[in-house]
Nanobody
Framework: QVTLVESGGGLVQAGGSLRLSCEVS????????MGWFRQRPGKEREFVAR????????YYAESVKGRFTISRDNAKNTVSLQMNSLKPEDTAVYYC?????WGQGTQVTVSS
């Protein structure tokens, strides 16, 4: 069983940037593909981005493509999400996911 802890959320103005991190413990991090998801107010949880075990082949939801970048550091057991050009509609709780396990989430609020 893995444990995931997200950090880096906060309040930012539209057009700004935030960097989220997710630290993973338990298991062998480099064996796991990782994903970021988000749940916007009143909406279902949705996919944001994923990255392969080696860090290649990142894949993004259309709504964030070109603005968000997922990366990982297998030496530090962390996966990150760099979010640029943020929009009010990016306001959500952001979660990282690994092998069906979820972190507690981190709140991102983008003001207009």
């Amino acid at each position: 069983q893995v444990t995931l802890v997200e950090s880096g959320g906060g309040l930012v103005q539209a057009g700004g940037s935030l960097r989220l991190s997710c630290e993973v413990s338990g298991g062998t991090f480099s064996n796991y593909a990782m994903g970021w998801f988000r749940q916007r107010p009143g909406k279902e949880r949705e996919f944001v981005a994923r990255i392969s075990r080696s860090g290649g082949n990142p894949y993004y939801a259309e709504s964030v493509k070109g603005r968000f970048t997922i990366s990982r550091d297998n030496a530090k057991n962390t996966v990150s999400l760099q979010m640029n050009s943020l929009k009010p509609e990016d306001t959500a709780v952001y979660y990282c996911m690994c092998r069906g396990e979820w972190g507690q989430g981190t709140q991102v609020t983008v003001s207009s």
